[in-house]
């Protein structure tokens, strides 16, 4: 059984500060990887697709990728309050595997 | 450009009945993938189309089906339906497909009672 693991959380940040969010998968096979972002009462929103082993920065976001030890992290930086919802980390090998989220609550 | 939308947004069905869901996608875009959520399970991968053909498919019994038009366009269809159906129903649309970056519509609530 091919699994996608998070840490449901809630992980709680305090304003400004960097927020870790990681994610660790069991198909060596996996070649692509993404972030979605989810309030509560709506849909996945994407931040973020990383394919390759290493960083991928985008505005306050950073992906990074691990193949070797089988996981990918999403680093938040300057986080906000409009950053707290549910992380969701996506893994595509031979079908696309969803973890069950990450709850990131920022403290003002 | 305009997102994907999915309509109906809420829906109220019996035991036994069946659905049909609908999606379109961002304009340009030929893969439609469809997806379960539930509070238990979390998010799951149905199918995906791909220039009207079926080219994935997760672990969903037959029950469920789907099917995509020519203009993109897919519907998603589950038969008799069981209480256990009771979720929101995503729809993504990619230009590429699932190894490739996907864009949520705003999901369809189905309520089986």
């Known amino acids: 059984q091919k699994e996608v693991e998070q840490n449901s959380g809630p992980l709680s940040v305090p304003e400004g500060a960097i927020a870790s969010l990681n994610c660790t998968y069991s198909?060596?096979?996996?070649?692509?990887f993404f972030w979605y972002r989810q309030y509560s009462g709506k849909s996945p929103e994407l931040i973020m697709s990383?394919?390759?082993?290493g960083d991928k920065e985008d505005g306050r976001f950073t992906a990074q990728l691990n193949k070797a030890s089988q996981y990918v992290s999403l680093l938040i930086r300057d986080s906000q309050p409009s950053d707290s919802a549910t992380y969701l980390c996506?893994?595509?090998?031979?079908?696309?595997?969803f973890g069950k989220g990450t709850r990131l609550h920022i403290l003002p | 450009k305009a997102g994907v939308t999915q309509t109906p947004r809420y829906l109220i069905k019996t035991r036994g009945q069946q659905v049909t869901l609908s999606c379109s996608p961002i304009?340009?875009?030929?893969?439609v993938s469809w997806y379960q959520q539930t509070p238990g399970q979390g998010l799951q991968f149905l199918f995906e189309?791909?220039?009207?053909?079926?080219?994935n498919k997760g672990n969903f019994p037959g029950r469920f089906s789907g099917r995509q038009f020519s203009n993109s366009r897919s519907e998603m269809n589950v038969s008799t339906l069981e209480l256990g159906d009771s979720a929101l129903y995503l729809c993504?649309?990619?230009?590429?497909?699932?190894?490739?970056?996907?864009?949520f519509g705003p999901g369809t609530r189905l309520t089986v009672t």
């Open positions: 189309y791909f220039s009207e053909t079926q080219r």
């Open positions: 993504a649309s990619s230009l590429w497909g699932i190894d490739y970056e996907q864009y």
């Open positions: 304009s340009g875009h030929r893969s």
């Open positions: 198909d060596r096979g996996s070649q692509s």
């Open positions: 990383i394919y390759s082993n």
């Open positions: 996506a893994v595509n090998g031979d079908k696309i595997i």
